[in-house]
């Protein structure tokens, strides 16, 4: 069993999707919203997050899988290597809904080179959405391969493996309720 140690507690989450979820009533007051989660990793956040938007807002879900995850033999069984992304993506699970005229919000837990939700904002742009925005709970912006903007982001965090609220490693962990790192394998 890895050690885990507690980067983000549950009561620092709770706090900033509290303060996302705000600003985002803000922006989109007086409107109907279309909240995307990629799945899984952003399961939990939506949940969280939706359930504080006094808004008009229905969900949608895609999912996605990189072909590119390989490991690197050189490197350790939880760096990066295990799943760096080569850029190839594949649509797992396709939206339910038509995105024309809708404001889309892709929900999504982890920024990290960026490839991922550069692919899909393309899918969702083609669906010729009102407008399009994304919502990240995390930002590893040091490993940035692709240039992204996501209007909302939660924490900016260093070039850590993280699992809980979502994440995984290995599909494990994603429902531990703080963001914790993997200290060894
Ligand atoms: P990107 O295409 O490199 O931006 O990859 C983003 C995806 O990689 C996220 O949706 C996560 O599924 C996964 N990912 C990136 N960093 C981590 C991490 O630290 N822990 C767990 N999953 C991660
Ligand atoms: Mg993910």
């Not at 050690?3 to 109907?32: C, F, H, N, P, W």
């Amino acid at each position: 069993m890895p050690d885990l140690k507690v980067l983000l507690s549950r009561e620092q989450i709770a706090k900033r999707v509290a303060e996302m979820a705000a600003e985002i009533t803000r922006d989109y007051q007086g409107q109907s919203i279309i909240l995307i989660g990629v799945l899984k990793g952003a399961a939990i956040f939506l949940s969280d997050l939706a359930r504080q938007l006094p808004l008009d807002a229905t969900f949608d879900f895609i999912g996605v899988s990189s072909y590119g995850n390989r490991p690197t033999p050189k490197e350790d069984p939880v760096g990066h290597a295990t799943w760096d992304s080569l850029g190839e993506v594949r649509v797992t699970k396709d939206m339910d809904n038509s995105l024309a005229d809708r404001h889309v919000i892709l929900v999504e837990d982890i920024l990290d080179t960026g490839l991922t939700l550069n692919y899909i904002s393309k899918l969702v742009l083609a669906h010729q959405p009102l407008s399009l925005s994304i919502a990240a709970l995390l930002d590893k912006p040091s490993r940035r391969k692709q240039p992204i903007q996501a209007r909302y982001i939660g924490f900016s965090i260093p070039d850590v493996y993280v699992v809980g609220y979502g994440l995984d490693y290995a599909e494990r962990y994603r429902n531990l309720p703080d963001v914790c790192v993997i200290e060894n394998g």
